[in-house]
């Protein structure tokens, strides 16, 4: 599976953003989706998660209300909707995929086999 993200950009604080993440190859056995977001000398946190086919959401404390996580199943593609952004929510956002389901470690990055490259989020002040 390939995971090709896109969207990112420069936004003042308040504006909104879309990412998009579109999955090639054998998207079949994927479970779940995710976004991962990593701000400069700070580690990979989680930001939302999306099961494939139920379309189950799960969000980090952070970002619920603000931030909506989505897919649509035959473009294969994953979608962040992010609103009212703060400067505390720019970094590099990452798509990444999984064959499986865990309620313990849906939110680690280790749960996750397939990533795409990130996309760079700057939010000014």
């Known amino acids: 599976v390939q995971l090709q993200a896109s969207g990112g950009g420069l936004v003042q604080a308040g504006g909104s953003l879309r990412l998009s993440c579109e999955a090639s190859?054998?998207?079949?056995?994927?479970?779940?989706m995710a976004w991962f977001r990593q701000a400069p000398g700070k580690e990979r946190e989680f930001v939302a998660a999306?099961?494939?086919?139920?379309?189950?959401?799960y969000y980090a404390d952070s970002v619920k209300g603000r931030f909506t996580i989505s897919r649509v199943i035959p473009n294969n593609t994953l979608y962040l909707q992010m609103n009212s952004l703060k400067p505390e929510d720019a970094g590099a956002h990452y798509c990444?995929?999984?064959?499986?389901?865990?309620?313990?470690?849906?939110?680690?990055?280790?749960?996750?086999?397939?990533w795409g490259q990130g996309t760079q989020v700057t939010v000014s002040s």
């Open positions: 990444a995929a999984s064959r499986y389901w865990s309620a313990s470690s849906f939110s680690m990055e280790g749960h996750y086999t397939f």
């Open positions: 190859g054998r998207t079949s056995i994927l479970y779940m």
């Open positions: 999306i099961t494939w086919s139920a379309g189950s959401t």
